[in-house]
């Protein structure tokens, strides 16, 4: 295995070979590079993944609301997300609300063997971009109920709560999922938006095998919870991996890391994606769109090693008062 391809490599790479064309008009390949990172991970020690995922909520309408305006389209999304080799794919009970995991469902399934879906419970939505937190344990108990009813699952691989409700003991709202562990309705639990302290008080209630907290190259406030899951061999799914959809998007951005994706013949995006799977190995981005040439974009990401002096180079561009 090589330790180091480099820009030339990568270039070269590219021009052997012609996979889709992608957003801007330019044709990026899905060439085979040698590999200086595991492209894999055992989540929970037994559930093996490829580290760069898909997050499904961009399939709803505005606002992470309703029914996606082209439902068709989020399908093919899905579908060609699978094959282009995701097997991990995000999504949560909120998102549309219960849309997004019966189009997951009415996309994919009977679902191909090894895929991992990840849904999360414990929010609920008065309204378009509205978001509100309950963490009652006979509210999660039913959540888990409908989240496998619509997925049409027997188990739920990942089940994470969305966020804990400040109102409700986490170990009471923790209590009744591990009941439903102990069920078989669930295999492995997560959390996301959480610090460490609140991940080992987690711990003392159930095994905890993976973190989701907003984490980006411009964006690294979760830099602690990043290195305990390190630490702790549990995984790290960063949220808006690539910056969101808002100004901190980074499709959006004009920067110094735009510049620096140039050098490399490659988008802001990819670059920002390549920099997140060489961070940390328990890494396991799961940037989300509804756009097929997006999707190409994103996965063609995956390919792009990054020798020590560019990582380097990129890690100091994409701080906070390189970008902001």
């Given at each position: 295995?090589?330790?180091?391809?480099?820009?030339?490599?990568?270039?070269?790479?590219?021009?052997?070979?012609?996979?889709?064309?992608?957003?801007?008009?330019?044709?990026?390949?899905?060439?085979?590079?040698?590999?200086?990172?595991?492209?894999?991970?055992?989540?929970?020690?037994?559930?093996?993944?490829?580290?760069?995922?898909?997050?499904?909520?961009?399939?709803?309408?505005?606002?992470?609301?309703?029914?996606?305006?082209?439902?068709?389209?989020?399908?093919?999304?899905?579908?060609?997300?699978?094959e282009l080799g995701v097997?991990?794919?995000?999504?949560?009970?909120?998102?549309?609300?219960?849309?997004?995991?019966?189009?997951?469902?009415?996309?994919?399934?009977?679902?191909?063997?090894?895929?991992?879906?990840?849904?999360?419970?414990?929010?609920?939505?008065?309204?378009?971009?509205?978001?509100?937190?309950?963490?009652?344990?006979?509210?999660?108990?039913?959540?888990?109920?409908?989240?496998?009813?619509?997925?049409?699952?027997?188990?739920?691989?990942?089940?994470?709560?969305?966020?804990?409700?400040?109102?409700?003991?986490?170990?009471?709202?923790?209590?009744?999922?591990?009941?439903?562990?102990?069920?078989?309705?669930?295999?492995?639990?997560?959390?996301?938006?959480?610090?460490?302290?609140?991940?080992?008080?987690?711990?003392?209630?159930?095994?905890i095998v993976s973190i989701?907290?907003?984490?980006?190259?411009?964006?690294?406030?979760?830099?602690?919870?990043?290195?305990?899951?390190?630490?702790?061999?549990?995984?790290?799914?960063?949220?808006?991996?690539?910056?969101?959809?808002?100004?901190?998007?980074?499709?959006?951005?004009?920067?110094?890391?735009?510049?620096?994706?140039?050098?490399?013949?490659?988008?802001?995006?990819?670059?920002?994606?390549?920099?997140?799977?060489?961070?940390?190995?328990?890494?396991?981005?799961?940037?989300?769109?509804?756009?097929?040439?997006?999707?190409?974009?994103?996965?063609?990401?995956?390919?792009?090693?990054?020798?020590?002096?560019?990582?380097?180079?990129?890690?100091?561009?994409?701080?906070?008062?390189?970008?902001?």
């Open positions: 295995m090589h330790n180091d391809v480099t820009r030339r490599t990568f270039l070269a790479a590219l021009s052997t070979s012609a996979a889709g064309v992608l957003t801007g008009g330019l044709q990026r390949i899905l060439a085979a590079i040698p590999e200086a990172r595991d492209s894999t991970f055992q989540l929970g020690g037994d559930l093996l993944v490829n580290r760069l995922g898909f997050g499904a909520m961009r399939l709803t309408g505005e606002g992470i609301w309703g029914w996606p305006p082209d439902r068709e389209n989020a399908k093919k999304v899905l579908q060609r997300a699978v097997n991990f794919i995000d999504t949560a009970d909120a998102y549309g609300p219960e849309t997004n995991e019966l189009l997951i469902a009415e996309a994919l399934y009977p679902y191909p063997k090894g895929l991992v879906i990840a849904t999360k419970g414990g929010q609920t939505r008065p309204g378009p971009g509205k978001w509100e937190q309950d963490g009652r344990p006979e509210y999660l108990a039913q959540a888990v109920d409908k989240s496998l009813k619509r997925l049409k699952l027997e188990r739920i691989d990942l089940w994470q709560l969305h966020r804990i409700d400040r109102k409700v003991p986490v170990e009471e709202s923790l209590g009744a999922i591990k009941k439903a562990q102990d069920a078989g309705k669930i295999r492995h639990v997560g959390l996301s938006e959480v610090s460490v302290a609140e991940i080992e008080q987690a711990k003392k209630v159930m095994p989701q907290n907003r984490y980006n190259i411009t964006d690294r406030d979760s830099e602690a919870a990043l290195n305990y899951c390190a630490k702790e061999k549990m995984g790290f799914i960063p949220w808006a991996p690539i910056g969101g959809s808002g100004t901190r998007a980074l499709s959006k951005s004009a920067n110094q890391l735009e510049a620096e994706a140039k050098r490399h013949n490659v988008s802001a995006v990819q670059l920002a994606l390549a920099w997140l799977l060489q961070r940390s190995p328990v890494m396991l981005p799961i940037p989300g769109t509804s756009s097929l040439a997006h999707l190409e974009e994103n996965m063609a990401a995956e390919k792009l090693q990054l020798s020590a002096e560019e990582w380097k180079r990129i890690e100091d561009l994409g701080r906070p008062h390189g970008i902001l």
